[in-house]
């Protein structure tokens, strides 16, 4: 019975534009999709992605310090831009959920119907506000908490490496 109502509901956005529809887009998408993973899984993916960094990374450090002569600061130097290359992806993947969860929390939808630029504003209703907040509430926020997490550990993982560079 409520499906039925809520169908009836008239949205002059194009699908693709729906808040929600986007959301699960972004959900479904490859490297989005690592925060809403389980923990384990998650710190998986990031060690795959710094596992693959380091193997181009080993080529490029070589060219500054030869691993026999320097193996500290050969093994320091890739472990920064293994860091540095997942701080960038973690930024990159915070952006995109932001920007979803803007949508879905804000009461109003910009939107254009053809790509003309013919910029175009329209109000939820209630109902469809309730959902998009719910679901931002309940999915995207704890994406968002992660990734910040993530991020500030990255940092500190980050300077730890940084200080220890200087002083070797």
Not at 38 to 65: D, M, R, V
Not at 98 to 105: A, C, D, M, P, V
Not at 110 to 139: A, T
């Amino acid at each position: 019975m409520r499906q039925k109502s809520y169908r009836k509901l008239y949205c002059p956005v194009p699908q693709e534009q729906r808040p929600l529809n986007e959301y699960l887009n972004i959900k479904n998408s490859f490297f989005f999709n690592w925060p809403t993973l389980k923990l384990h899984k998650y710190i998986y993916q990031l060690i795959k992605f710094g596992l693959i960094i380091l193997f181009f990374s080993i080529f490029i450090t070589n060219f500054f310090y030869y691993f026999f002569e320097f193996p500290n600061k050969f093994v320091l130097l890739n472990f920064i831009s293994i860091i540095t290359c997942e701080i960038f992806l973690i930024l990159r993947i915070y952006l995109g959920w932001s920007y979803i969860g803007q949508k879905l929390n804000n009461p109003i939808i910009e939107y254009e119907e053809s790509s003309w630029y013919d910029g175009q504003i329209w109000v939820k209703p209630i109902k469809i506000l309730k959902q998009d907040r719910l679901i931002y509430y309940h999915k995207v926020f704890p994406v968002l908490k992660r990734l910040k997490k993530t991020i500030v550990y990255l940092l500190l993982i980050y300077i730890i490496i940084f200080l220890f560079t200087i002083v070797i």
